[in-house]
């Protein structure tokens, strides 16, 4: 999302006007770069205690964020960012004290300023969250599985953190937190900390998260959930109905956790638990700490598609160790973590698997840098998102491209020395926020070591400075797509789709046949493949989202009512976005669109609704 900048500006600079002119401290001002109204680089907050009610009626929370900070500079105040959040009453040390809040800016919400003296440790904010709490999701009874309660799970990554506490909302910083969260009889409430296994009778939850973690990564959900163990420090919360497919789904995490230590060294953060979200989970996974967040749409029976569950316990080493310093170096958080994912899958799977995924990517990446185009500025690794949201920073770029830059550099040094350096860099960085240009320095100290010939070969800033794809990027060639390309070819001229080899095929295989086949499609054909293999009606995500796009662009009219039922069940915005998009394309298609949209809308989370609604204008 690109604000307006010209009416922002505006707001910019707001002085305090219950103070003194001259107070020039005391000045609130959205520093642009970093996403932020805090000085969080003058007065730290270091620890959060968090005492809060969840209430599902009025559909917000309610409570006391205490925070410990440490003013280095001898500041007279200490800002937070706050999103929609209605401000009750402020103590400094125990006393009153009076506030300001700034007006409202699109996307970065107020600036809080707080007096405080150079003696002062904490501060107490009551307040309580507002309807348009963009990282909160609230679910109806009827919108998750059991259908008996509702649930609630929030989203904070980019700078979504500040709609559900005052805080300083930057990655740069890093807090601990305590936590007790009151939720409604028979509902059990689960953090990205030390987490119950059990529901409380009392509906009240204690937490603590006592590793340092930037704010982005605070997590909490709500509803019917229940826990079961996989092994020691492994489990999944879900639904109850849920419960037993998930933890089937997910028996592999123990050997997954086995191969991360392998290559990043010891998992710092305790236990490595899964929880699978209801249906409008609006993202694939999110690396809360301690508990992933996962939509159940990796949920397909087969294990096909748990790779997601190792990209997001890979950051627990490349984003939740290693954190961006800003959303500029977005990069070093999804693109080591994107390359750490497939050496994990290598581990557990084989290579021709990982080489479909990299292959896969691969098309992901150059569909993006189509439609970006090869010399937007938004094609580097580093990116400038000064001025513009964070969450404008999240394409296959910093993904795919910035994983194929690491396989590069792996190739190119082999894989024994890539990975002491992965290690290395994973134990230099640890706890520290990081920007691109520490990355590339410890690169030049340790992996290139002066060897300037070996750096400009790999044309190390081509790659993180410069648009587009440098021409020494690596590729795989699966095996297993040269059989589904034939397969392919051969039902493009006469073979009838019964008589094609796919007995073996797994996601992967299936995608690459649907999307490498002719948009539009004959309806002959169209009917043919559905007749055999039953896309319309598939329950793989994945394999129902390419099929849909090949059926709107066929105009496969049958396929429609299922289009609009996964449309309005499913949140996840990597199906939504391309779905929309494709239909959009034509007036017939773009007056369905909405139509769906007005009845799926309900459904979705606030920033996909949002995206998707601007799409249709
Ligand atoms: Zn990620």
Request: net charge negative.
């Amino acid at each position: 999302m690109q604000i307006n900048w010209t009416i922002s500006c505006l707001a910019f600079l707001i002085f305090i006007s219950s103070c003194k002119p001259s107070d020039s401290e005391n000045v609130i001002e959205l520093n642009p770069k970093m996403h932020t109204f805090s000085n969080y680089d003058k007065v730290t907050t270091k620890h959060l205690d968090w005492d809060v009610n969840v209430d599902f009626k009025h559909k917000n929370i309610a409570g006391i964020a205490t925070w410990t900070f440490e003013n280095k500079s001898k500041s007279k105040y200490i800002i937070f960012d706050t999103y929609d959040l209605t401000i009750k009453k402020i103590k400094v040390n125990g006393k009153d004290v009076q506030y300001f809040q700034t007006p409202m800016i699109d996307d970065y919400g107020s600036g809080l300023s707080i007096p405080i003296t150079e003696k002062d440790t904490i501060v107490s904010i009551e307040y309580n969250t507002g309807q348009k709490a963009t990282a909160l999701q609230w679910l109806s009874a009827t919108q998750t599985a059991g259908k008996v309660l509702p649930y609630l799970f929030t989203q904070c990554e980019s700078i979504h953190a500040r709609s559900l506490l005052p805080c300083q909302d930057v990655p740069a910083n890093r807090i601990t937190y305590h936590a007790v969260v009151g939720v409604p009889n028979g509902m059990m409430a689960v953090m990205s900390a030390k987490n119950p296994t059990m529901k409380n009778p009392d509906g009240i939850y204690e937490f603590d998260m006592e590793i340092p973690v930037p704010t982005y990564l605070i997590a909490l959900a709500v509803g019917d959930i229940e826990y079961k163990a996989i092994d020691n420090r492994s489990g999944v919360y879900t639904e109850p109905s849920m419960l037993a497919k998930a933890t089937a789904e997910l028996s592999d995490i123990p050997a997954m956790m086995k191969a991360a230590e392998e290559l990043g060294g010891p998992y710092r953060w305790g236990n490595y638990d899964v929880l699978v979200a209801p249906p409008s989970f609006p993202i694939g996974g999110m690396e809360n700490p301690r508990l992933t967040f996962a939509t159940p749409t990796i949920i397909a029976g087969d294990k096909s598609l748990v790779s997601l569950i190792a990209h997001e316990m890979a950051h627990s080493w490349s984003g939740n160790l290693v954190t961006n310093a800003t959303w500029d170096d977005l990069w070093l958080n999804e693109g080591f973590t994107t390359y750490f994912e497939r050496r994990i899958m290598e581990k557990i799977t084989d290579k021709s698997y990982v080489d479909m995924q990299w292959e896969l990517g691969y098309q992901d990446m150059q569909s993006d840098l189509t439609t970006m185009g090869m010399d937007s500025a938004d094609t580097r690794l580093k990116v400038n998102l000064n001025k513009r949201h964070p969450g404008d920073g999240f394409s296959n770029i910093p993904y795919e491209k910035g994983a194929v830059f690491i396989r590069l550099l792996e190739e190119t040094i082999g894989r024994k020395q890539f990975d002491i350096w992965l290690n290395n860099y994973f134990n230099k960085f640890a706890f520290k926020p990081t920007t691109t240009e520490d990355c590339l320095k410890f690169m030049d100290e340790e992996l290139f070591k002066g060897d300037t010939a070996l750096k400009n070969n790999i044309q190390v800033n081509r790659w993180v400075y410069e648009p587009g794809l440098p021409d020494n990027c690596p590729r795989s060639n699966p095996t297993r797509f040269i059989e589904v390309d034939k397969n392919r070819t051969n039902f493009e001229q006469q073979t009838a789709a019964r008589n094609l080899i796919t007995k073996n095929w797994t996601t992967h295989e299936w995608l690459q046949f649907l999307r490498k086949l002719p948009h539009p499609l004959t309806a002959d054909k169209m009917k043919d493949l559905d007749e055999t293999f039953h896309f319309t009606v598939s329950t793989n995500s994945e394999i129902a989202d390419e099929w849909y796009k090949l059926c709107i662009a066929s105009n496969y009219e049958v396929a429609f009512p299922a289009m609009e039922q996964f449309l309005t069940n499913v949140g996840r915005k990597k199906f939504l976005e391309p779905l929309y998009g494709e239909m959009i394309k034509t007036e017939k298609g773009k007056s369905m669109a909405k139509a769906i949209f007005e009845k799926a809308k309900p459904n979705y989370h606030p920033q996909t609704a949002e995206k998707i609604e601007k799409m249709l204008k």
